[in-house]
């Protein structure tokens, strides 16, 4: 439900502090709060279960947007103002008009994931990712290829930060997220306690083709650094390395490109055994 509509003509006002910047997406994430930009995926947000604190958006749009808010159980403060104020915040081509503030859900254990699971089942992990970008392009192949969680490792970028949930185009809000305070550990009690394959994206002449290895069984794919990629110790908990074929002088893709070949792969493999039929 709305709890108040206040029509701003500043943006230096304290309450939407979160909304002007970039550069303190950490601290807000420390704080437990998310931003969510632009109208598809505010959309999704508002549709989702998650706690929304306010929104911030062009006076125009309060008409439309005024009976979707109305429905949500949860107290909501609604900033309006001009498109020309607007366009001073950061990245006004990609919230084009309206933003929102969720608070972060509290995060799954990797035992609750499993006490509801699907098998086969696929998660992935992500090792030592630095950029927001990629972990939201990520977070978007997995939910566009069913899988079921996403460990995030220690070392590993948030999803709920402000560019990774822009790049999810709002997919985030349906995958439950795990995060692992120790990934090693984590592939270690999947592997020896859940039998999940543990499968490592390694583009390395001596791992296997990706074509060559069966997905069709619990599998969690291992992702790694955008440099140096995973890392010894995560390697060594990995039961195989897989590399994508490609043409001669080519050796790797993008990390979030490389995820979704090795995804749909996956779900091509599953389709044809009839596992998602």
Same mark, same amino acid.
């Given at each position: 439900?709305?709890?108040?509509?206040?029509?701003?003509?500043?943006?230096?006002?304290?309450?939407?502090?979160?909304?002007?910047?970039? #550069? #303190?997406?950490?601290?807000?994430?420390?704080?437990?709060?998310?931003?969510?930009? /632009?109208?598809?995926?505010? =959309?999704?947000? !508002?549709?989702?279960?998650?706690?929304?604190?306010?929104?911030?958006?062009?006076?125009?749009? $309060?008409?439309?947007?005024?009976?979707?808010?109305?429905?949500?159980?949860?107290?909501?403060?609604?900033?309006?103002?001009?498109?020309?104020?607007?366009?001073?915040?950061?990245?006004?081509?990609?919230?084009? /008009?309206?933003?929102?503030?969720?608070?972060?859900?509290?995060?799954?254990? !990797?035992?609750?994931?499993?006490?509801? $699971?699907?098998?086969?089942?696929?998660?992935?992990?992500?090792?030592?990712?630095?950029?927001?970008?990629? +972990? /939201?392009?990520?977070?978007? =192949?997995?939910?566009?290829?069913?899988?079921?969680?996403?460990?995030?490792?220690?070392?590993? +970028?948030?999803?709920? !930060?402000?560019?990774?949930?822009?790049?999810?185009?709002?997919? $985030?809000?349906?995958?439950?997220?795990?995060?692992?305070?120790?990934?090693?550990?984590? !592939?270690?009690?999947?592997?020896?306690?859940?039998?999940?394959?543990?499968?490592?994206? =390694?583009?390395?002449?001596?791992?296997?083709?990706?074509?060559?290895?069966?997905?069709? #069984?619990?599998?969690?794919?291992?992702?790694?650094?955008? /440099?140096?990629?995973?890392?010894?110790?995560?390697?060594?908990?990995?039961?195989? #390395?897989?590399?994508?074929?490609?043409?001669?002088?080519?050796?790797?893709?993008?990390?979030?490109?490389?995820?979704?070949?090795?995804?749909?792969?996956?779900?091509?493999?599953?389709?044809?055994?009839?596992?998602?039929?």
């Amino acid at each position: 439900m709305i709890e108040l509509i206040k029509e701003i003509s500043s943006l230096d006002l304290p309450e939407i502090e979160i909304y002007r910047t970039l #550069k #303190k997406s950490q601290r807000h994430r420390d704080e437990g709060l998310f931003v969510v930009e /632009g109208d598809k995926v505010v =959309n999704r947000f !508002l549709q989702s279960d998650l706690r929304v604190v306010s929104i911030l958006m062009v006076s125009d749009l $309060l008409d439309f947007y005024y009976p979707i808010i109305e429905k949500r159980p949860e107290k909501i403060n609604i900033y309006t103002t001009s498109a020309s104020l607007l366009k001073n915040i950061v990245g006004y081509r990609y919230h084009q /008009g309206i933003m929102a503030v969720g608070m972060i859900p509290q995060p799954r254990s !990797l035992e609750q994931v499993l006490a509801v $699971l699907t098998e086969p089942a696929i998660f992935v992990a992500l090792d030592r990712l630095e950029s927001a970008e990629n +972990t /939201g392009v990520i977070v978007r =192949n997995c939910a566009a290829n069913g899988v079921q969680a996403l460990i995030v490792g220690e070392r590993s +970028t948030d999803p709920f !930060l402000r560019r990774a949930v822009r790049n999810s185009m709002g997919t $985030l809000f349906k995958l439950p997220i795990i995060y692992s305070e120790n990934l090693a550990t984590t !592939l270690a009690q999947l592997r020896d306690s859940h039998n999940f394959q543990i499968v490592a994206a =390694n583009p390395n002449a001596q791992s296997h083709s990706l074509f060559s290895v069966d997905l069709c #069984k619990n599998c969690c794919i291992v992702l790694g650094n955008e /440099g140096v990629g995973i890392a010894p110790d995560i390697l060594n908990q990995c039961d195989i #390395k897989v590399r994508i074929p490609m043409v001669s002088n080519v050796d790797s893709l993008n990390v979030a490109c490389a995820s979704a070949v090795i995804l749909y792969e996956a779900t091509r493999q599953r389709y044809n055994s009839g596992i998602f039929l």
